[in-house]
């Protein structure tokens, strides 16, 4: 399967269609309100980690939720080509030394895990 993914890219007033490398993403948050739907058939009983996460460009302090017995380590290993669900996100976001710095509050964001530097259990 191909990394190349079609999306649209929604702006205040501009509408963009692009293909993107899923590599070269960082953080996928949506606009609008997820309600978790925890009932799929791939659904599983998770436990909640808070987590402080560093990535090429965010600082993101969230929620992962792990299976029973496996860490968020486990996780990450086991996964490495799959996109990270976070709840409950707070993630900044700084360009440069001194340049103004952006921060987005999410109720549900996914991380790509091959861009995460560093992380602890909070």
Excluded at 50 to 71: C, F, N
Aim: charged residues 20%.
């Amino acid at each position: 399967m191909s990394a190349w993914r079609p999306v649209e890219v929604y702006a205040t007033f501009l509408k963009l269609r692009a293909t993107l490398a899923k590599g070269a993403v960082v953080l996928l948050c949506p606009r609008d309100a997820v309600e978790p739907g925890g009932q799929g058939p791939l659904w599983r009983e998770k436990v909640k980690v808070p987590v402080a996460l560093e990535t090429s460009a965010y600082s993101i302090v969230a929620d992962a939720h792990v299976e029973a017995r496996h860490t968020l380590r486990d996780l990450l290993e086991r996964f490495l080509g799959d996109f990270l669900p976070l709840t409950d996100v707070s993630a900044l976001w700084v360009a440069a030394l001194g340049a103004q710095t952006h921060s987005v509050q999410r109720r549900f964001a996914l991380v790509n895990p091959a861009t995460i530097v560093s992380f602890a259990e909070r």
